[in-house]
């Protein structure tokens, strides 16, 4: 089974910083593609940051760029997002996403976590 399971969110104040970890289980973890997505009330789920099987490959929504900072231990099969400078309006709820393609049939295989929590607020 795969299992993905973030972890970090909670309440800062804006200017504040948190780091959200994502922990990967029944993965072969360096052939996924990590995103970390985020969705506030009222929006659609948007996509933040990527990084390939490889760290040092990644790509940022222009939202974030500059704050925020993926990056990952295929050792330990996690996925962590570096959050600096948070605003308010970085209040959301934090989904990890892990995807992948086979090759052979060019099937795209996908799995979310459950999300966590964060608020900036003071």
């Known amino acids: 089974q795969v299992q993905l399971v973030e972890s970090g969110g909670g309440l800062v104040q804006p200017g504040g910083s948190l780091r959200l970890s994502c922990a990967a289980s029944?993965?072969?973890?360096?052939?996924?593609?990590m995103s970390w997505y985020r969705q506030a009330p009222g929006m659609e789920r948007w996509l933040l940051a990527s990084?390939?099987?490889?760290?040092?490959?990644?790509n940022y929504d222009d939202s974030v760029k500059g704050r925020f900072t993926i990056s990952r231990d295929n050792a330990k099969n996690m996925v962590y997002l570096q959050m600096n400078n948070l605003k308010p309006e970085d209040t959301a709820v934090y989904y990890c996403?892990?995807?992948?393609?086979?090759?052979?049939?060019?099937?795209?295989?996908?799995?979310w976590g459950q999300g966590t929590q964060v608020i900036v607020s003071s």
């Open positions: 996403r892990a995807k992948t393609i086979d090759i052979e049939t060019m099937h795209e295989y996908e799995y």
């Open positions: 029944g993965v072969t973890f360096s052939n996924y593609d």
């Open positions: 990084i390939i099987g490889a760290p040092g490959l990644t």
